[in-house]
């Protein structure tokens, strides 16, 4: 089993930053891949980044040079720093996590291949 639980959302004016933090307990937090998603209101929970147990990552097009997500093994804790936040921006942001490797390749951005999930945190950039 592996608990998830993000945090650092908040509102922000439009080209602000924030970080947000995942702690991680349960099972080996350096053995598996770790994902950030998204979530509009009315709108499917989208892929935004993904970071490997080796440090290898993926980005989706709409937050590349602005996001970057990372891991630090030692806390049992990933981060996604966000950078020249926009309107389009706001959403649930939720963690996940990948413990059988299913995110590999070229499904690393689809929800179905992370089996752990965070409750969220919300980010709000007003346009």
């Known amino acids: 089993q592996v608990q998830l639980v993000e945090s650092g959302g908040g509102l922000v004016q439009a080209g602000a930053s924030l970080r947000l933090s995942c702690a991680a307990s349960?099972?080996?937090?350096?053995?598996?891949?770790t994902g950030w998603f998204r979530q509009a209101p009315g709108k499917a929970r989208e892929f935004v980044a993904r970071?490997?147990?080796?440090?290898?990552?993926y980005y989706a097009n709409s937050v590349k040079g602005r996001f970057t997500i990372s891991r630090d093994n030692t806390k049992n804790t990933a981060y996604l720093q966000m950078t020249s936040l926009k309107p389009e921006d706001t959403a649930v942001y939720y963690c996940?996590?990948?413990?059988?490797?299913?995110?590999?390749?070229?499904?690393?951005?689809?929800?179905?291949?992370?089996?752990?999930w965070g409750q969220g945190t919300q980010v709000t950039v007003p346009s």
């Open positions: 996940a996590a990948d413990t059988n490797g299913r995110s590999r390749g070229s499904t690393y951005d689809a929800p179905s291949s992370y089996d752990y």
């Open positions: 349960g099972r080996a937090f350096s053995l598996y891949y």
């Open positions: 970071i490997s147990a080796g440090g290898i990552v």
